[in-house]
């Protein structure tokens, strides 16, 4: 495939954005992206959007944006795949630059969450599950995590607090993120004391909603003069069953294994070579299980890996290195631009406090559904 | 690009699928397609759909139907673009086998609407228009094309009666097509006292909705072994203004011209070498405005075109030759793929009755929201 660099980034802080709608939200990404990359027009636009309709009663995002941003008579559509929307939209970019019949592509994750009342947004959010299968029967997105998580702690033995690490992690580094939801440290006692939400899932096991946008163009790697690039070395998609029920092992994440595997392919790297993983801790059981199926722990040892501290800056494997989506936050359609963003950021060397030292090579997962769609991206800097 | 070629079709039949849901008849149209081209597998999955969040309380549709069909671990995603979603998935799915890292590809657009009360059809459907300066005025859908048509009326002199030819020549082509939901001839004097909807847009004006799949399967032309093979000798999208009040001139389809005249460059082609075009005839006005951006009538002389019959089979531009939007129904986000089916239909020479004459180039045009996304395809025989 034609190799792609990053030509530039743009992001919104995370937050209950009342003020602001979902047209100047995504605008504020895409501006923000388009300046950094020193370019006012693209060839195409993808966007990366899950609940627009449900929550803001707005389809054919590709085109909204598009009349909003300005890109006039430009092609422009969007992508769904849940809550891995974002990476979904980045790699049908990739793959339209790739095919030669555009030259550019501006790609803008984006999601207004908080314009409805909570309960109408954890009905919208299950629409990522099996709707005859597993909504059916009463059941939300956070219930079928909690599942998984109770299976996983019976059949390892681990214990609830042993999962504190991925979220105290995810807040430190957050603290340093000016566009995260929360800043705010916790602590295990925290951890343990907080809410409960669907037992064994607390509040500090969760992500926080949120309205925010992140954005990037690209463009043919060969078009981009300056010596040091960004560029994308692997992009991988795969999917699982969407029911959790009618998997193998509802405990390993097949579609994170095949994707990343494809990517480290792609890449020509092994996971040693990865220096940070920017993975989808949605609720913290699915940050040990990314890190399980991409080879970074062994089956049931993703929790272990937290524990000894290995997935703080500096350790073995950095994750969630500008919050996560537990802290950064985790407007769902957006999460996946908002990491590929982060990893550009870390290569970049911008990251300050939570700079990952030499950082060459990026990882970046995404997953839509509890597991079901899950994509795979590795940046690399070149010289 | 590379060049792309059509491997296999299938399609459902057009209803109130009462017995059938989303899953099964998404399947039945994809099976078929694999069974159409001879094989098992794809290596990627790219759904078509506008409502099933909204209608079905089902997103990701992408892994929704690898599941199902049995593409395990395959890539998949859902493309929306409104009314243009086929037409949009079948592009994404080109311009990811056209970039090489996917080496064939199952197209399916699909769409379940009859599930739901009609008003909540009727508002699923306003997501397609402009929610914070159309719909929040309280117009719906069909509201904005019935002002259009009256305006288009009012500048060109035509009566509403002028009309007709355009639905009586998509349900005269519709009785032979028994994929389609209407098969009933209609006349001048059964238009003319067909109940209103929003005037001066009547039921016969109007394409009915329903519960409906198509699906194609795609790979390099290189890759075909036969000797006659349909290849993709175009495609290209483009964006308007999603509100109509913007448009400098609300009765000429600006993305209809420029995906057209992209369409025909990349084909190297005049509109005088297209054998047939598949239209996107959702409000007769629609016919009429698509003929005329497309280089087949001057402003505002397409309707001239339907009273002089030039559309009908043997005419100067046979359009909808299968029933169109209006008789063989209008699935939302299926509709692109079934005017690309159709199309190929038409070139394999599959049509009998409605057979347009030695067709060697058939085009469609799959438009999403009242002219704002509109992709245009041109599809060739080669011996």
Redesign the interface.
Known sequence: ??KIAILGIGQTKIDEHWDK?L?EIGGDAAFAALQDAGVEKVDALFVGN?LS??V?????????F??WIG????????????C?SGA?AF??A???V?????ESALVLGVEKMTDKAGRDVTA?L???A???YE?EQGISFVGINALVMRRYMYEFGWKHEDFAQFSINSHANAMHNPYARLHEKITVEKFEKSSMVATPINLLDASPVGDGAAAMVIVPAEKVQRKQKIVVAA?????????VH?RKDPMFL??AY?SAKRAYEMAGVTQNQIDFFELHDAFSIMAALSLEACGFAERGQGVKLALENQIGIGGKIPVCTRGGLKARGHPVGATGMYQLVEVVQQLRGECGKTQVHDAKIGMAQNI??SG??ILTHILKKEN
């Open positions: 495939m034609r709608s047209r899950m309709s449900m803001s009663g707005q389809n054919q995002l590709g085109t909204f598009a009349d890109l006039w008579k430009r092609e422009a559509v969007k992508i769904e795949a849940a891995g979904a790699r049908s990739l793959m339209a790739a095919s030669g019949d555009v919208a299950a629409t990522a099996d709707a005859d909504v992009s991988a998609s795969a999917t699982d069953s969407i029911a009618s097949q579609a095949q839509g559904g079901a769609t």
